[in-house]
């Protein structure tokens, strides 16, 4: 099964940051991969699907980028509403996400 | 729009069978889209489990497949997960999810149910 693994695990940064999540998986994926945001007690949100389509509603701060096995995820200038911890989702064989990232206040 | 509603009991014993029910509502579950679930341990990352389509066809997490079973109930317009032997490592939120991509071209999630807590305990 493929591997996805996320860096860094937490983030610290401070509203108006450039922030960039990393996405491996362990095996080539194309471009089949998705991104999600999740608040505490609350269900992931997409933000972004086919790793750099942005999904409708999603503020234009957030971009994804990549293909074959690293992807990143930027948000280029971090606002309040987006502390939160981030998952990768590839969907080239079966489905599995990356262990989440944590962006935290710093 | 679509939204999804899960429902079933709050606690399970062990060794016993999770069974919980997703409503598709603002939508067709006989659309063209699959419908999934994921579940996500408390303080850990999610895991999918399975899905299936309208027609019954299924695909499973093949680390759970021995002991998953995904049906669909098209003219109540939901779908049902069953998962049997379950121990306490099975607790966790569990959320049904659509994909809405279409034929060849799928695989994300959107949208999500708001989850329902599961508990294996005796």
């Known amino acids: 099964d493929i591997q996805m693994t996320q860096s860094p695990s937490t983030l610290s940064a401070s509203v108006g940051d450039r922030v960039t999540i990393t996405c491996r998986a362990s095996?080539?994926?194309?471009?089949?991969l998705a991104w999600y945001q999740q608040k505490p007690g609350k269900a992931p949100k997409l933000l972004i699907y086919?790793?750099?389509s942005l999904e409708s509603g999603v503020p234009s701060r957030f971009s994804g980028s990549g293909s074959g096995t690293e992807f990143t995820l930027t948000i280029s200038s971090l606002q309040p509403d987006d502390f939160a911890t981030y998952y990768c989702?590839?969907?080239?064989?079966?489905?599995?996400f990356g262990q989440g990232t944590k962006v935290e206040i710093k | 729009q679509v939204q999804l509603q899960e429902s079933g009991p709050g606690l399970v014993k062990p060794s016993g069978t999770l069974s919980l029910t997703c409503a598709v509502s603002?939508?067709?579950?006989?659309?063209?889209?699959?419908w999934s679930w994921v579940r996500q341990p408390p303080g850990k990352g999610l895991e999918w489990i399975g899905e299936?389509?309208?027609?019954?066809?299924?695909n499973y997490n093949p680390s759970l497949k021995s002991r998953v079973t995904i049906s669909v109930d098209k003219s109540k317009n939901q779908f049902s997960l069953k998962l049997s032997s379950v121990t306490a490592a099975d607790t966790a939120v569990y959320y049904c999810?659509?994909?809405?991509?279409?034929?060849?071209?799928?695989?994300?999630?959107?949208?999500w149910g708001q989850g329902t807590l599961v508990t294996v305990s005796s």
């Open positions: 999810a659509r994909d809405p991509g279409q034929q060849l071209v799928r695989g994300w999630f959107d949208p």
């Open positions: 603002g939508g067709s579950i006989s659309s063209s889209n699959w």
């Open positions: 299936i389509y309208h027609s019954g066809s299924t």
């Open positions: 095996q080539s994926i194309s471009s089949w």
């Open positions: 086919k790793a750099s």
């Open positions: 989702q590839q969907y080239n064989s079966e489905r599995g």
